[in-house]
């Protein structure tokens, strides 16, 4: 996916790079100064070749032999010193600017609405911070050095060549535009490359991660050819178009060093033949000679440069545009603030992608203390329901009202504050299993209390037996622990944080039913006096709500307690026969 606008012009762009060197100006006023000092000791080695020929060699002067010995070293140091100063200084903004550019792009992604995250590979968002932002570094460093440290030698050899000999120098100068046109042709080529290369990274990055994360499933699927044909292609058209760019890159400066080469054997000509530009002597000649051929260096760097800076803006158009995208919208200014919560639906209507309407018209109340189940058919929309209640999608018509206020009226923040939640995906991070625990806003909580949320959701007796007990590192993902320590885990954090609202969706699915009957109790604790919203597949756990809300298809279709559902002889008389074993097991047990 490429999010750059089309409309974003290079200059924009441009602007907005310029506009993160700019708290480093006086680091970059020395970098110049430094740059300055560099091109003027180029012009000064060049001048020098008229005072060492005409002086030292051809007049023997007694001044010029001591005079231009001492000048050679001096110039050298300034020049190694300006060299050296400038590209410590332009290195180091062009880091710092790398750093800020990472830090916000990463400030974005926390901020990003889920939905983006949806559309987008994680390989690309990854490969976005790494290579995108490192291509605009060489852009505010490297270019920028090339083009004023080589513009100014440009710039001040051709002074000197003027001095000598303004009619000589008109010859080398008529090939100037010709040079100038073949870099503004170059360029455009140059852009779309880098674009291309680009986002091709960012292909091969997700091929990578995919291959690397399914690692399990592509080896028992036997996924090994399909996984290495995606990575051929992607890997493919990545080494294409760097070989392109490389060969637009390497045509370029040939080409431009040819028209160079001209220039130098029509002065040779001009010079030698005397007739069009008079007596000159031998160290002018030499001393014009040396400042065009010292020209070669920076004119060819000004060519690849281009390249440098094409690359840096296709790379900026790329970040800004996603700097640019719209943040989760938090435009409430009210702060919820309550003990306990109240939650209603007035026709919900939502669709994560506009052709399909996944909540239709849905409407229904939980007081607060109340214990709501929503239950129904894979796909009716019941997780969908508990993606909404934290905003993680905002919805498309009708509103959900907390504690008699829009939703959308009070801060994320605050709403999120009141709202814990187990996904029906446990997500777990690489860190320790306090860490996973006490995450986010509890992080720092006490050891004990932690203890008590594990003792709770049943988790403490697997915890304790572990090599570290708390303080194990459960991998990626949690992929040292089983699907049912994993999902405990998840209720032990869900327990901890201690929010009036409570969302279990499939929280217990993942359970054995005999450690399901043990954290269920423990639940049933937690859950008195607290909102809740129970999402399950298996009616048993469910069957203690106050309430049931039959789902189908986005809409509801009945609503009431497991015994006058059953007796309606409805749709959830009917799923409830579907998993009859399930109540059979539990009839027996009681
Ligand atoms: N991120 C998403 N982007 C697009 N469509 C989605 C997304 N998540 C869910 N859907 C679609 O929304 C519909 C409802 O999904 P939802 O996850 O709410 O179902 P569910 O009732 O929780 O099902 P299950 O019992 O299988 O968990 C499904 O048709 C699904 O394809
Ligand atoms: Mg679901």
Known sequence: MSNSKPGTSAFTVYRRLVAYVIPYRWQLAFAVLAMTIYALSSTAFAALMKPMLDGSFVNRDASSITFVPIMIVLIFVCRGAAGFFSTYLMSSIGWNVVKRIRQQLFDKYLDLPTAQFDRSSSGEMISRVTFNVHNIATVAADSLTILVRDTLTIVGLLCLMLYHSWKLSLGFLILGPLVALIIHFVSGRFRRLSRGIQDSMGQ??????????????????????????????????????????????????????????????????????????GEISVGVFMSFITAMMMLFAPLKQLTMINAKIQAGIAAGENVFALLDSDSERDTGGKVLDGKTISVELRDVEFSYLPEKQVLKQLSFQVAAGETVALVGGSGSGKSTIANLLPRLYDITGGSIVINNEDIRDYTLESLRRHISYVGQDVTLFNDTVLANIAYGQMRGT????????????????????????????????????????????????????????????????????????????????????????????????????????????????EVGTHAELLNTDGYYAFLQGRSGEVSARDTTAQ
Do not use: W
């Not at 997700?206 to 292609?233: H, N, T």
């Open 204 to 277: 091969v990055a997700s091929v990578i991660e995919e291959a690397v994360e399914g690692q399990r499933l592509v080896k028992v699927f036997g996924g090994r050819d399909y996984e290495r044909e995606q990575f051929d292609g992607v890997n493919e058209r990545n080494r294409h178009l760097n070989v392109k760019e490389t060969v637009t890159r390497a045509a370029s400066a040939p080409l431009v060093q040819f028209l160079v080469a001209v220039a130098l054997a029509v002065i040779v000509f001009l010079a030698s033949s005397g007739r069009f530009v």
């Open 446 to 557: 006490s050891l004990q209390k932690v203890r008590e949320a594990c003792r709770i959701a049943h988790a403490d007796a697997f915890i304790e037996k572990l090599t570290n007990g708390y303080q194990t590192v459960v991998g990626e993902n949690g992929v040292m622990l089983s699907g049912g320590q994993r999902q405990r885990l998840a209720i032990a954090r869900a327990i901890l944080k201690d929010a009036p609202l409570l969302i279990l969706d499939e929280a217990t699915s993942a359970l054995d039913t005999e450690s399901e009957r043990k954290v269920q109790s423990g639940l049933a604790e937690l859950m008195r006096g607290r909102t809740t919203v129970v999402i399950a597949h298996r009616l048993s756990t469910i069957e203690n709500a106050d309430r049931i809300i039959v789902m189908d298809e986005g809409s509801i279709v």
